[in-house]
């Protein structure tokens, strides 16, 4: 086993908790389908949020909805940066994996795709 981490963004058409809930359970569900992991191979999962999503923690909406109860989460605000995506937020979780890091199938959703079009999912 190793650590690798997994990475993944999303973008949400409103500041809303439920946008924020759905957009940030849909990318993790993806996330551990794509990469067949489960919640006791995880090591920690750091999320970044934009600015202009306030209405929601993004951290509390997955916990809740994907029941990782014992998962260490930590969320951070997104540096505010000039042209700049709006209402993204970014995820990197670690986990332990027998996979190799070349194995690993990141995602990015909506508006994210953009950040990373070499591994986007849509």
Avoid at 10 to 17: Q, Y
Avoid at 69 to 98: H, M, W
Wanted: proline share 3%.
């Amino acid at each position: 086993m190793q650590a690798i981490a997994i990475r993944g963004a999303t973008t949400i058409n409103a500041n809303n908790a439920d946008d924020i809930k759905s957009a940030s359970v849909a990318m993790v569900q993806q996330i551990v389908r794509e990469n067949d992991i489960g919640p006791e191979q995880i090591t920690m999962v750091f999320l970044t949020m934009t600015s202009d999503l306030t209405a929601y923690n993004a951290s509390a909406a997955i916990r809740l909805g994907m029941n990782w109860a014992d998962v260490p989460f930590f969320t951070s605000q997104e540096p505010d940066i000039d042209g700049g995506l709006a209402k993204c937020i970014r995820i990197l979780i670690q986990v332990q994996s027998e996979k190799h890091r070349s194995e690993v199938k990141h995602v990015y959703l909506g508006g994210a795709a953009k950040l990373r079009p070499d591994l986007s999912t849509s």
